[in-house]
Protein backbone atom coordinates (compact mmCIF):
# COMPACT_ATOMS: atom_id res chain seq x y z
CA UNK A 1 0.00 0.00 0.00
CA UNK A 2 1.29 3.50 -1.18
CA UNK A 3 0.73 6.63 0.91
CA UNK A 4 -0.23 9.94 -0.36
CA UNK A 5 -1.05 12.19 2.23
CA UNK A 6 -2.36 16.42 0.84
CA UNK A 7 -1.85 18.71 3.14
CA UNK A 8 -4.09 21.76 2.33
CA UNK A 9 -2.25 24.44 4.54
CA UNK A 10 -4.47 26.56 6.76
CA UNK A 11 -7.98 25.68 4.32
CA UNK A 12 -10.48 25.01 8.04
CA UNK A 13 -12.00 27.87 8.89
CA UNK A 14 -14.69 29.38 11.29
CA UNK A 15 -18.34 30.13 10.26
CA UNK A 16 -18.44 32.84 8.62
CA UNK A 17 -21.79 35.85 8.76
CA UNK A 18 -20.91 36.70 5.25
CA UNK A 19 -21.77 32.81 3.58
CA UNK A 20 -24.89 32.55 5.91
CA UNK A 21 -22.93 30.93 8.90
CA UNK A 22 -20.78 28.56 7.05
CA UNK A 23 -17.16 27.91 7.11
CA UNK A 24 -15.66 27.58 3.55
CA UNK A 25 -15.78 24.28 3.13
CA UNK A 26 -18.91 24.34 3.98
CA UNK A 27 -19.90 26.79 1.16
CA UNK A 28 -17.70 26.23 -1.47
CA UNK A 29 -18.28 23.65 -4.26
CA UNK A 30 -16.27 20.48 -3.65
CA UNK A 31 -17.35 17.53 -5.18
CA UNK A 32 -14.03 15.70 -5.17
CA UNK A 33 -13.15 15.87 -1.32
CA UNK A 34 -17.12 15.80 -0.44
CA UNK A 35 -17.11 12.27 -2.97
CA UNK A 36 -14.21 11.01 -1.03
CA UNK A 37 -15.34 11.72 2.06
CA UNK A 38 -18.91 9.32 1.56
CA UNK A 39 -16.34 6.72 0.29
CA UNK A 40 -14.22 6.93 3.43
CA UNK A 41 -13.19 7.29 6.92
CA UNK A 42 -13.08 10.28 8.14
CA UNK A 43 -12.39 12.05 12.06
CA UNK A 44 -10.42 15.02 13.33
CA UNK A 45 -6.80 15.46 14.59
CA UNK A 46 -5.31 17.60 16.81
CA UNK A 47 -1.92 18.79 15.55
CA UNK A 48 -0.59 21.26 18.16
CA UNK A 49 0.73 19.82 21.04
CA UNK A 50 -0.08 21.24 24.24
CA UNK A 51 2.35 24.31 24.89
CA UNK A 52 3.30 25.19 21.63
CA UNK A 53 1.96 27.56 18.69
CA UNK A 54 -0.07 26.99 15.99
CA UNK A 55 2.53 27.09 13.32
CA UNK A 56 2.98 25.01 10.46
CA UNK A 57 6.40 24.13 11.36
CA UNK A 58 4.68 22.32 14.67
CA UNK A 59 1.81 20.77 12.88
CA UNK A 60 3.51 19.62 9.37
CA UNK A 61 6.14 17.62 11.34
CA UNK A 62 3.33 16.28 13.60
CA UNK A 63 1.40 14.92 10.92
CA UNK A 64 4.44 13.37 9.85
CA UNK A 65 4.36 11.46 13.45
CA UNK A 66 7.00 13.04 15.17
CA UNK A 67 6.88 13.96 18.93
CA UNK A 68 7.86 17.81 18.94
CA UNK A 69 8.69 17.19 22.25
CA UNK A 70 11.56 15.47 21.24
CA UNK A 71 12.59 16.79 17.76
CA UNK A 72 11.26 20.61 17.72
CA UNK A 73 13.69 23.59 17.39
CA UNK A 74 11.79 25.94 15.35
CA UNK A 75 11.39 26.74 12.48
CA UNK A 76 14.90 28.32 11.39
CA UNK A 77 17.00 24.77 11.41
CA UNK A 78 14.31 23.68 9.20
CA UNK A 79 14.57 26.18 6.30
CA UNK A 80 18.21 26.06 6.39
CA UNK A 81 18.24 22.24 5.59
CA UNK A 82 15.65 23.25 2.47
CA UNK A 83 17.85 25.80 1.07
CA UNK A 84 21.19 23.36 1.30
CA UNK A 85 22.62 25.20 4.46
CA UNK A 86 24.66 22.77 6.68
CA UNK A 87 24.14 23.84 10.07
CA UNK A 88 27.68 23.83 12.23
CA UNK A 89 27.96 23.59 16.26
CA UNK A 90 26.75 26.70 17.50
CA UNK A 91 24.26 27.94 14.85
CA UNK A 92 21.55 29.93 15.46
CA UNK A 93 19.20 29.36 12.52
CA UNK A 94 16.50 32.01 12.32
CA UNK A 95 13.75 32.35 9.65
CA UNK A 96 14.10 35.78 8.49
CA UNK A 97 10.79 37.24 6.64
CA UNK A 98 10.75 40.37 4.67
CA UNK A 99 7.61 42.47 5.36
CA UNK A 100 5.78 45.62 4.59
CA UNK A 101 5.68 48.44 7.10
CA UNK A 102 4.45 51.92 6.82
CA UNK A 103 5.79 54.99 7.56
CA UNK A 104 3.36 55.32 10.85
CA UNK A 105 5.47 51.79 12.09
CA UNK A 106 2.39 49.66 11.37
CA UNK A 107 3.13 46.02 9.76
CA UNK A 108 1.37 46.14 6.70
CA UNK A 109 1.71 42.92 5.60
CA UNK A 110 3.92 39.54 6.61
CA UNK A 111 4.99 38.89 2.61
CA UNK A 112 6.56 42.23 1.53
CA UNK A 113 3.70 42.74 -0.38
CA UNK A 114 4.44 39.28 -2.26
CA UNK A 115 7.89 40.33 -3.06
CA UNK A 116 9.48 38.14 -6.13
CA UNK A 117 12.60 35.76 -5.46
CA UNK A 118 14.32 37.78 -7.91
CA UNK A 119 14.13 41.12 -6.13
CA UNK A 120 14.37 39.13 -2.64
CA UNK A 121 17.96 38.42 -3.59
CA UNK A 122 19.07 41.77 -4.30
CA UNK A 123 17.69 42.77 -0.72
CA UNK A 124 19.16 39.61 0.80
CA UNK A 125 22.44 40.90 -1.09
CA UNK A 126 22.38 44.55 0.51
CA UNK A 127 21.65 43.01 3.53
CA UNK A 128 24.78 41.13 3.70
CA UNK A 129 26.98 43.85 1.85
CA UNK A 130 26.05 46.26 4.95
CA UNK A 131 25.40 44.17 7.89
CA UNK A 132 26.87 40.62 7.87
CA UNK A 133 30.30 39.91 9.67
CA UNK A 134 32.00 37.13 11.15
CA UNK A 135 29.25 36.59 13.58
CA UNK A 136 26.03 37.39 11.33
CA UNK A 137 24.90 36.04 7.44
CA UNK A 138 21.98 36.01 6.01
CA UNK A 139 21.06 33.38 2.99
CA UNK A 140 18.78 33.73 0.52
CA UNK A 141 15.75 31.58 0.13
CA UNK A 142 12.25 32.51 -2.40
CA UNK A 143 10.03 35.39 -2.11
CA UNK A 144 9.63 36.56 1.41
CA UNK A 145 11.20 33.71 3.12
CA UNK A 146 14.96 33.70 4.17
CA UNK A 147 17.74 32.25 6.45
CA UNK A 148 19.71 34.28 9.04
CA UNK A 149 22.39 32.35 10.87
CA UNK A 150 24.23 33.87 14.39
CA UNK A 151 27.01 31.92 15.18
CA UNK A 152 26.85 31.36 18.84
CA UNK A 153 23.47 33.22 19.42
CA UNK A 154 21.00 31.60 22.14
CA UNK A 155 17.65 30.17 21.26
CA UNK A 156 16.06 31.55 24.78
CA UNK A 157 14.57 34.62 22.97
CA UNK A 158 11.49 35.84 22.10
CA UNK A 159 10.54 37.11 18.79
CA UNK A 160 6.79 37.98 17.32
CA UNK A 161 5.45 36.03 14.39
CA UNK A 162 5.00 38.63 11.28
CA UNK A 163 1.90 37.14 10.43
CA UNK A 164 0.37 37.57 13.59
CA UNK A 165 1.16 41.38 13.99
CA UNK A 166 -0.85 42.75 10.93
CA UNK A 167 -1.21 46.21 11.96
CA UNK A 168 0.42 46.43 14.71
CA UNK A 169 3.31 49.23 15.78
CA UNK A 170 6.49 47.01 14.85
CA UNK A 171 8.81 49.14 17.19
CA UNK A 172 6.60 47.51 20.40
CA UNK A 173 7.23 43.76 18.67
CA UNK A 174 11.41 43.60 18.78
CA UNK A 175 13.29 40.71 19.92
CA UNK A 176 13.50 40.18 23.52
CA UNK A 177 14.74 37.85 25.75
CA UNK A 178 12.58 35.10 27.14
CA UNK A 179 11.41 35.07 30.22
CA UNK A 180 13.66 33.50 33.05
CA UNK A 181 16.75 33.46 30.60
CA UNK A 182 17.02 36.98 30.15
CA UNK A 183 20.80 36.75 31.84
CA UNK A 184 21.54 33.21 31.41
CA UNK A 185 24.78 32.79 29.28
CA UNK A 186 25.62 29.32 30.44
CA UNK A 187 24.69 27.45 27.27
CA UNK A 188 27.79 25.80 25.60
CA UNK A 189 28.60 24.30 22.44
CA UNK A 190 31.71 22.10 20.63
CA UNK A 191 32.77 22.94 17.55
CA UNK A 192 33.89 20.27 14.77
CA UNK A 193 37.41 20.39 16.68
CA UNK A 194 35.79 19.07 20.26
CA UNK A 195 36.91 23.18 21.30
CA UNK A 196 34.46 24.18 24.05
CA UNK A 197 32.39 27.92 23.80
CA UNK A 198 30.47 29.79 25.04
CA UNK A 199 27.41 30.69 23.54
CA UNK A 200 25.80 34.44 23.38
CA UNK A 201 23.24 35.49 26.38
CA UNK A 202 19.22 35.80 25.43
CA UNK A 203 20.18 39.92 25.98
CA UNK A 204 23.10 40.10 23.56
CA UNK A 205 21.33 37.44 21.19
CA UNK A 206 18.28 40.00 21.78
CA UNK A 207 20.60 43.26 20.72
CA UNK A 208 22.34 41.57 17.48
CA UNK A 209 18.82 41.00 16.04
CA UNK A 210 17.24 44.04 16.98
CA UNK A 211 19.93 46.61 15.34
CA UNK A 212 19.62 44.48 12.73
CA UNK A 213 15.93 45.08 12.22
CA UNK A 214 16.57 48.75 12.56
CA UNK A 215 19.64 49.05 10.47
CA UNK A 216 17.06 46.79 7.69
CA UNK A 217 14.35 50.06 7.90
CA UNK A 218 16.92 52.61 6.19
CA UNK A 219 18.82 50.45 4.14
CA UNK A 220 15.84 48.21 2.44
CA UNK A 221 13.51 51.45 2.21
CA UNK A 222 16.10 53.45 0.17
CA UNK A 223 16.80 50.49 -2.39
CA UNK A 224 16.41 50.62 -5.91
CA UNK A 225 13.69 47.70 -5.52
CA UNK A 226 11.53 49.42 -3.05
CA UNK A 227 11.92 52.65 -4.70
CA UNK A 228 10.86 51.18 -8.05
CA UNK A 229 7.99 48.62 -6.04
CA UNK A 230 6.42 52.11 -4.97
CA UNK A 231 6.63 53.67 -8.67
CA UNK A 232 4.48 50.55 -9.62
CA UNK A 233 1.78 51.30 -6.30
CA UNK A 234 3.54 48.16 -4.91
CA UNK A 235 3.66 47.61 -0.82
CA UNK A 236 7.95 47.82 -0.19
CA UNK A 237 9.72 44.60 1.19
CA UNK A 238 11.10 47.65 3.49
CA UNK A 239 12.10 45.43 6.77
CA UNK A 240 13.27 41.99 8.23
CA UNK A 241 12.08 40.25 10.88
CA UNK A 242 13.76 37.27 12.32
CA UNK A 243 11.51 34.54 14.19
CA UNK A 244 11.62 31.02 14.51
CA UNK A 245 14.89 30.36 16.06
CA UNK A 246 16.57 26.91 17.05
CA UNK A 247 19.55 24.91 16.89
CA UNK A 248 20.16 21.88 14.60
CA UNK A 249 17.07 19.40 15.19
CA UNK A 250 18.11 15.72 16.05
CA UNK A 251 15.22 13.84 13.67
CA UNK A 252 15.18 9.96 12.47
CA UNK A 253 14.01 9.39 9.24
CA UNK A 254 10.36 7.97 8.42
CA UNK A 255 12.22 5.22 7.10
CA UNK A 256 13.72 4.70 10.34
CA UNK A 257 10.28 5.19 12.25
CA UNK A 258 7.65 3.56 9.70
CA UNK A 259 9.05 0.16 7.88
CA UNK A 260 5.87 0.60 5.67
CA UNK A 261 8.17 3.71 4.12
CA UNK A 262 11.20 2.69 2.09
CA UNK A 263 11.19 6.00 0.32
CA UNK A 264 9.35 9.16 -0.25
CA UNK A 265 8.93 12.35 -1.22
CA UNK A 266 8.49 15.57 -0.20
CA UNK A 267 6.17 17.98 -3.33
CA UNK A 268 6.08 21.96 -1.80
CA UNK A 269 6.62 25.62 -2.72
CA UNK A 270 7.63 26.11 0.74
CA UNK A 271 11.27 25.94 2.29
CA UNK A 272 9.88 25.12 5.80
CA UNK A 273 7.91 22.23 4.62
CA UNK A 274 10.76 20.94 2.28
CA UNK A 275 13.07 21.34 5.31
CA UNK A 276 11.15 19.32 7.34
CA UNK A 277 11.13 16.71 4.53
CA UNK A 278 14.99 16.60 4.41
CA UNK A 279 15.11 15.97 8.14
CA UNK A 280 12.51 12.86 7.29
CA UNK A 281 14.63 11.36 4.78
CA UNK A 282 12.19 12.56 1.57
CA UNK A 283 13.35 13.37 -1.59
CA UNK A 284 12.50 17.19 -2.75
CA UNK A 285 10.65 18.00 -6.05
CA UNK A 286 11.26 20.94 -7.45
CA UNK A 287 8.04 22.21 -9.24
CA UNK A 288 8.24 25.37 -12.01
CA UNK A 289 5.61 27.91 -11.05
CA UNK A 290 5.28 26.37 -7.23
CA UNK A 291 4.78 29.88 -5.05
CA UNK A 292 2.74 28.79 -2.32
CA UNK A 293 0.13 31.40 -3.20
CA UNK A 294 -2.53 30.86 -5.60
CA UNK A 295 -0.74 31.34 -8.49
CA UNK A 296 0.66 28.37 -7.52
CA UNK A 297 1.05 25.52 -10.34
CA UNK A 298 -1.68 23.14 -8.95
CA UNK A 299 -1.32 20.82 -12.27
CA UNK A 300 2.49 20.75 -11.94
CA UNK A 301 2.54 19.88 -8.10
CA UNK A 302 -0.16 17.27 -9.10
CA UNK A 303 1.89 15.45 -11.48
CA UNK A 304 5.16 15.65 -9.27
CA UNK A 305 3.34 13.81 -6.66
CA UNK A 306 1.69 11.43 -8.73
CA UNK A 307 5.14 10.41 -10.70
CA UNK A 308 7.00 10.63 -7.03
CA UNK A 309 4.04 7.93 -6.34
CA UNK A 310 5.23 5.29 -9.23
CA UNK A 311 8.89 4.82 -7.39
CA UNK A 312 8.26 5.57 -3.96
CA UNK A 313 5.80 4.60 -1.20
CA UNK A 314 5.13 8.24 0.79
CA UNK A 315 4.47 11.29 -0.82
CA UNK A 316 3.77 14.84 1.26
CA UNK A 317 2.31 16.92 -1.32
CA UNK A 318 1.86 20.36 0.41
CA UNK A 319 -0.07 23.08 -0.80
CA UNK A 320 -0.05 26.86 1.21
CA UNK A 321 -2.49 29.08 -1.28
CA UNK A 322 -5.24 28.71 1.14
CA UNK A 323 -3.28 29.62 4.42
CA UNK A 324 -1.98 32.99 2.12
CA UNK A 325 -5.31 33.90 1.79
CA UNK A 326 -6.45 33.62 4.87
CA UNK A 327 -3.64 35.56 6.52
CA UNK A 328 -4.73 38.48 3.86
CA UNK A 329 -8.31 37.91 5.22
CA UNK A 330 -9.14 37.67 1.12
CA UNK A 331 -12.77 35.61 1.41
CA UNK A 332 -13.06 35.20 -1.96
CA UNK A 333 -9.45 34.12 -2.59
CA UNK A 334 -9.31 31.59 -0.32
CA UNK A 335 -12.93 30.15 -1.39
CA UNK A 336 -11.07 30.20 -4.79
CA UNK A 337 -8.19 28.33 -3.54
CA UNK A 338 -10.13 25.41 -1.59
CA UNK A 339 -12.23 25.50 -4.82
CA UNK A 340 -9.00 24.55 -7.02
CA UNK A 341 -7.55 22.43 -4.91
CA UNK A 342 -10.87 20.44 -5.27
CA UNK A 343 -10.89 20.51 -8.75
CA UNK A 344 -7.44 20.91 -10.09
CA UNK A 345 -5.63 19.00 -6.96
CA UNK A 346 -8.31 16.54 -5.78
CA UNK A 347 -10.18 16.25 -8.82
CA UNK A 348 -6.83 14.99 -10.37
CA UNK A 349 -5.65 13.01 -8.38
CA UNK A 350 -8.83 10.62 -8.16
CA UNK A 351 -8.62 10.22 -11.95
CA UNK A 352 -4.97 9.80 -12.35
CA UNK A 353 -4.91 7.13 -10.10
CA UNK A 354 -8.46 5.53 -11.24
CA UNK A 355 -6.64 2.62 -13.23
CA UNK A 356 -3.97 1.88 -11.30
CA UNK A 357 -2.79 -1.95 -10.20
CA UNK A 358 -1.33 -0.71 -6.91
CA UNK A 359 -3.36 0.47 -4.12
CA UNK A 360 -2.96 4.09 -2.81
CA UNK A 361 -4.19 5.47 0.55
CA UNK A 362 -4.91 8.99 0.17
CA UNK A 363 -5.44 11.47 3.56
CA UNK A 364 -6.23 14.81 2.61
CA UNK A 365 -5.98 17.47 6.07
CA UNK A 366 -5.27 21.10 6.88
CA UNK A 367 -2.59 21.79 9.18
CA UNK A 368 -4.26 24.27 11.20
CA UNK A 369 -7.34 26.62 10.72
CA UNK A 370 -6.43 29.85 9.26
CA UNK A 371 -9.67 31.54 9.76
CA UNK A 372 -9.76 34.19 7.01
CA UNK A 373 -11.75 36.89 9.75
CA UNK A 374 -8.95 36.50 12.52
CA UNK A 375 -5.99 36.43 9.61
CA UNK A 376 -4.16 34.17 11.55
CA UNK A 377 -3.59 30.31 13.20
CA UNK A 378 -5.66 29.34 15.55
CA UNK A 379 -4.85 25.84 17.85
CA UNK A 380 -8.24 23.77 16.58
CA UNK A 381 -8.86 20.08 15.63
CA UNK A 382 -8.98 19.98 11.95
CA UNK A 383 -10.64 17.62 10.01
CA UNK A 384 -9.54 14.89 7.82
CA UNK A 385 -10.79 12.39 5.48
CA UNK A 386 -9.09 8.68 4.44
CA UNK A 387 -9.57 6.74 1.46
CA UNK A 388 -8.06 3.47 0.02
CA UNK A 389 -9.02 0.52 -1.69
CA UNK A 390 -11.72 -1.92 -0.08
CA UNK A 391 -12.16 0.40 3.20
CA UNK A 392 -15.16 0.56 5.18
CA UNK A 393 -16.87 4.12 4.74
CA UNK A 394 -18.32 5.62 7.21
CA UNK A 395 -21.88 7.68 8.03
CA UNK A 396 -20.10 11.11 6.66
CA UNK A 397 -21.03 12.39 3.38
CA UNK A 398 -18.90 16.05 3.60
CA UNK A 399 -15.61 17.07 3.90
CA UNK A 400 -15.90 19.75 6.11
CA UNK A 401 -15.05 20.63 9.81
CA UNK A 402 -18.92 20.07 11.38
CA UNK A 403 -19.42 16.85 9.44
CA UNK A 404 -16.15 15.46 10.24
CA UNK A 405 -16.82 15.55 13.85
CA UNK A 406 -19.04 12.22 13.18
CA UNK A 407 -16.30 10.60 11.13
CA UNK A 408 -15.44 7.15 12.60
CA UNK A 409 -12.12 8.11 13.08
CA UNK A 410 -13.20 10.12 16.30
CA UNK A 411 -10.51 12.76 17.30
CA UNK A 412 -7.16 11.86 17.26
CA UNK A 413 -4.07 13.54 18.65
CA UNK A 414 -1.06 14.26 17.35
CA UNK A 415 1.16 11.11 15.99
CA UNK A 416 -1.91 8.99 15.89
CA UNK A 417 -2.86 9.75 12.58
CA UNK A 418 0.46 8.70 10.88
CA UNK A 419 0.02 5.65 12.86
CA UNK A 420 -3.27 4.89 11.92
CA UNK A 421 -2.31 5.05 8.11
CA UNK A 422 0.60 3.36 8.34
CA UNK A 423 -1.57 0.22 9.39
CA UNK A 424 -3.67 0.08 6.59
CA UNK A 425 -2.88 -2.60 4.73
CA UNK A 426 -4.58 -3.68 1.32
CA UNK A 427 -7.94 -5.28 1.95
CA UNK A 428 -9.25 -4.79 -1.25
CA UNK A 429 -11.79 -8.06 -2.42
CA UNK A 430 -10.85 -9.77 -5.87
CA UNK A 431 -11.96 -7.73 -8.77
CA UNK A 432 -12.57 -4.01 -6.73
CA UNK A 433 -11.25 -1.08 -8.47
CA UNK A 434 -7.53 0.65 -7.03
CA UNK A 435 -8.88 3.89 -6.41
CA UNK A 436 -12.47 5.66 -6.71
CA UNK A 437 -13.23 7.60 -9.88
CA UNK A 438 -14.90 11.02 -9.49
CA UNK A 439 -17.01 12.19 -12.16
Given at each position: ?17 R ?28 T?P ?72 Q ?69 S ?8 S ?66 S ?23 G ?16 L ?51 C ?78
Amino acid sequence: MKHLVIVADGMADHPVERLGGKTLLQFADVPNMDALACNGRTGRLVTIPDGFSPGSDVANSVILGYDQEKVYEGRGPLEAASIGYEMRPGDLALRVSLISVDERGRIVNHHGGHVTTQESFQLIDCLNAELADDRLHFYAGSQYRHLLVIKGGNKHIECALPHDSINKDWHGLLVRPKEGYEHSGDDCYFDSLGVKHKRLSPKETSDILNDSILKSQGLLGKHKVNINRRSCGLPPANLIWPWGGGYRPSMLTLSEKYPEVRSGAVVSADNLIRGIGQYAGLKVVDVDGATGFADTNYEGKVKAAIDALRTDDFVFLHIEASDEAGHDGDLQLKLKTIEDIDLRVMGTICSELSDWKEPVCIALLPDHPTPVELRTHVDEPVPFLVYYPGIKPDSVSCYDEQSCMSGSYGLLRLQEFMEEIMKILDSRKAGEPVFITIV
